[in-house]
Antibody, heavy 124, light 107 residues
Framework: EVQLVESAGGLIQPGGSLRVSCAAS????????MNWVRQAPGKGLEWVSV???????YYADSVKGRFTISRDNSKNTLYLQMNSLRAEDTAVYYCARSYYYDSDDYHSWYFDLWGRGTLVIVSS | DIQMTQSPSSLSASVGDRVTITCQAS??????LNWYQQKPGKAPKVLIH???NLGAGVPSRFSGGGSGTHFTFTISSLQPEDIATYYC?????????FGPGTKVDIK
């Protein structure tokens, strides 16, 4: 079955660190664009980071320098290392696969597979 | 960053009504726009990609249109299972950005 399963989140003190993982099955993470998207309680969706199939990584300004996206191809797992956590990082974190297609005359990029999300609470 | 706005922020309509949501981008994004549906406690699901293409398995009552900076999302005949929040999202440039969402419920 094609699916994404995030690890459990948790309650972290401000300034702390947490690594969340996302185990993929049914497809290789290494050959896809993989993302983290978060949603603060009662709020909208915010894209956090992407790792391209070639390994390049990009981040939202709100997490740049604090969060690191990575993958372990042998475990077919995506990670998000979160350091220097702040109260405003409290959110459900979703991993999401992107469908991506690019040619001279057509470009498509959308999230076609999502995990169920994991709640990270940053609070003292 | 490209800013996305949506209107209305919420709406209430009757079963069978035609519902339209608009999304505006802060700059020209061609047709590089997707629409997602999110039901409470669930992950989002893509309904429309590339502004007007129906996602796999998505009912034909959903449709999208527009290009440049102005986009529309329509439910031709609202059904009870369509109660959800709908988000537009651009992919013209990183960072990928979402609109603030439109919450749809049944009158």
């Amino acid at each position: 079955e094609v699916q994404l399963v995030e690890s459990a989140g948790g309650l972290i003190q401000p300034g702390g660190s947490l690594r969340v993982s996302c185990a993929a099955s049914g497809f290789p993470v290494s050959r896809n664009y993989m993302n983290w998207v978060r949603q603060a309680p009662g709020k909208g969706l915010e894209w956090v980071s992407v790792i391209y199939s070639g390994g390049s990584t990009y981040y939202a300004d709100s997490v740049k320098g604090r969060f690191t996206i990575s993958r372990d191809n042998s475990k077919n797992t995506l990670y998000l290392q979160m350091n220097s956590l702040r109260a405003e990082d409290t959110a459900v974190y979703y991993c999401a696969r992107s469908y991506y297609y690019d040619s001279d005359d057509y470009h498509s990029w959308y999230f076609d597979l999502w995990g169920r999300g994991t709640l990270v609470i940053v609070s003292s | 960053d490209i800013q996305m706005t949506q209107s209305p922020s919420s709406l209430s309509a009757s079963v069978g009504d035609r519902v339209t949501i608009t999304c505006q981008a802060s700059q020209d994004i061609s047709t590089y726009l997707n629409w997602y549906q999110q039901k409470p406690g669930k992950a989002p699901k893509v309904l429309i990609h590339d502004a007007s293409n129906l996602g796999a398995g998505v009912p034909s009552r959903f449709s999208g249109g527009g290009s440049g900076t102005h986009f529309t999302f329509t439910i031709s005949s609202l059904q009870p299972e369509d109660i959800a929040t709908y988000y537009c999202q651009q992919y013209d440039n990183l960072p990928l950005t979402f609109g603030p969402g439109t919450k749809v419920d049944i009158k």
